[in-house]
């Protein structure tokens, strides 16, 4: 787990001790998953009206429910399906035993859709669990929550013009999260994963800037090859495979699987 730690929090192994050094080394092989593997919920019928608002200038969205109890679109389901035939047809050893998720309805409605795709074509057991973790949530933004751009900039010009200064790493909304704050839950959820899931593949389904601070952990991104990133797609796949002692990039928000179902 020591060797994990220093994947996770930046540090080199040289900034330790010795004999922390020594027990790092021996217990890295066996302390990480054998691949990971990340994907975003599939469209939700929020992302379907903050799209059209953004594309109007609109102050409002028609959403009144909670965060965690948006659901997935018709085209979300469909995603989720294309998700459960891509994971049906990965090779053996690549393919998922173990799933965690965040406990939002749009994750978990994904996890759900795709484990049953995937079932249904007898690639994983009918009756895989699924775990859910908070830890795994989307981003909390506070008095920003449910406001599109124009919004938040006719709203609350402060806070838009401190966004800017402070850039999306280490801006908090007010009542929110930046993205630094997500970082720590995903880092302390890493450590759990690659406790528990051990030699295994897992999938875990999360949320787009969960899925990017998971990327920002484990290649260990500076700040500006974090921003440069695009936004993740749904239900896109991003995969680590354990080699040397950490988890090393495979491939990132690929959406491949995605056109071959249409």
């Known amino acids: 787990m020591a060797e994990l730690g220093t994947t996770l929090n930046g540090q080199h192994p040289s900034a330790q001790s010795p004999h922390h050094h020594v027990t790092a ?33 609109a102050l409002s969205v028609p959403i009144s429910c909670r965060d965690a109890d948006i ?29 965690w998720c965040s406990p939002y309805v749009r994750t978990a409605e994904t996890a759900r859709i795709a484990l049953a795709q995937a079932a249904g074509l007898g690639s994983v057991p009918v009756t895989l669990a699924v775990r859910y973790d908070e830890r795994l949530r989307d981003r909390e933004l506070g008095i920003l929550e449910m406001l599109p751009k124009a919004a938040i900039e006719a709203k609350h010009p402060e806070e838009a013009a401190r ?13 929110g999260e930046s993205w630094a704050d997500v970082a720590l839950r995903v880092r302390s959820l890493l450590r759990d994963v690659c406790e ?52 090393r990039p495979d491939r990132w928000n690929d959406v491949e699987h995605l056109a071959a179902g249409n």
Request: hydrophobic fraction near 40%.
């Open 25 to 57: 080394h021996r217990g890295a092989a066996t302390r990480l998953p054998s691949v990971l593997i990340a994907t975003r919920h599939g469209e939700s019928t929020a992302n379907v009206e903050f799209h059209q608002a953004e594309a109007a200038g």
């Open 71 to 99: 659901p997935l679109s018709l085209h979300g389901q469909q995603q989720a399906q294309a998700l459960g035939r891509w994971w049906a047809a990965l090779p053996s050893a690549d393919r998922p035993r173990s799933v």
């Open 163 to 175: 966004r800017r200064k402070m850039g999306e790493l280490y801006y908090r909304p007010p009542g």
């Open 196 to 247: 528990e899931e051990a030699g295994r593949p897992v999938l875990l389904v999360a949320h787009d800037c969960t899925v990017l601070m998971l990327r920002y952990a484990l290649d260990r991104l500076t700040e500006e090859q974090l921003t440069a990133l695009g936004p993740v797609h749904n239900c896109s796949t991003s995969l680590w495979r354990a080699q040397e002692g950490r988890l």
